[in-house]
Antibody, heavy 122, light 108 residues
Framework: QVHLVQSGAEVEKPGAAVKVSCKAS????????IHWVRQAPGQGLEWMGIINTASGSTAYAQKLQGRVTVTRDASTSTVYMELISLTSDDTAVYYCARGGRVGVLWGYMDVWGRGTTVTVSS | EVVLTQSPGTLSLSPGERATLSCRASQSVSSSNLAWYQQKPGQAPRLLIH???SRATGIPERFSGSGSGTDFTLTISRLEPEDFAVYHC?????????FGQGTKVEIK
């Protein structure tokens, strides 16, 4: 069975950085893209970025360029999302989600992690 | 980027009724690369429909998707108690992928 298991909740101060992990299991890790999506309290879903798990190449939402970095460790089937220079606007639930097959479309998101709550507060 | 506008914002219906949710795109969505997700409070979204009309694995037949180009619809033929939730549309044909703002289906 396909699972994405995310790291636990984080509380950070403004200006700090946070790194969230997403460990995949139940399928061939380097076969599918992984997306990151966030949801601020009471708001909709916002796409943040994507990683090609085979090559490590990435693409990011323009508004987050320069602040977000997605990496992967294929040896442990884990993807990481780091967000720096945090503000209160970054308070949200952060989700990883499996996308399409690598080399085809980025695709829809068929399996989601349970989410990681990141709270930015002084 | 493709802007998706969902309507209505909130739909108040009773169990057993039919729900019709709309998702309109600011430009044509290539190859009907549109998905629908269901989200319940405190849970991650769950994929319902991809390719505008293909049900995901394990999704009941009462959920159906239709449309092409810029206009898409999610229909729930007869609402069950577990269907009251927020529904999001998403396009994945263009970069970046984008989501609509969501439609809440609530019990009347």
């Amino acid at each position: 069975q396909v699972h994405l298991v995310q790291s636990g909740a984080e509380v950070e101060k403004p200006g700090a950085a946070v790194k969230v992990s997403c460990k995949a299991s139940g399928y061939s890790f380097t076969t599918y893209y992984i997306h990151w999506v966030r949801q601020a309290p009471g708001q909709g879903l916002e796409w943040m970025g994507i990683i090609n798990t085979a090559s490590g190449s990435t693409a990011y939402a323009q508004k987050l360029q320069g602040r977000v970095t997605v990496t992967r460790d294929a040896s442990t089937s884990t993807v990481y999302m780091e967000l720096i220079s945090l503000t209160s606007d970054d308070t949200a639930v952060y989700y990883c989600a499996r996308g399409g097959r690598v080399g085809v479309l980025w695709g829809y998101m068929d399996v989601w992690g349970r989410g990681t709550t990141v709270t930015v507060s002084s | 980027e493709v802007v998706l506008t969902q309507s209505p914002g909130t739909l108040s219906l009773s169990p057993g009724e039919r729900a019709t949710l709309s998702c309109r795109a600011s430009q044509s969505v290539s190859s009907s690369n549109l998905a629908w997700y269901q989200q319940k409070p405190g849970q991650a979204p769950r994929l319902l429909i991809h390719g505008a009309s293909s049900r995901a694995t394990g999704i009941p037949e009462r959920f159906s998707g239709s449309g092409s180009g810029t206009d898409f619809t999610l229909t729930i033929s007869r609402l069950e108690p577990e269907d009251f939730a927020v529904y999001h549309c998403q396009q994945y044909g263009g970069s970046p992928p984008t989501f609509g703002q969501g439609t809440k289906v609530e019990i009347k």
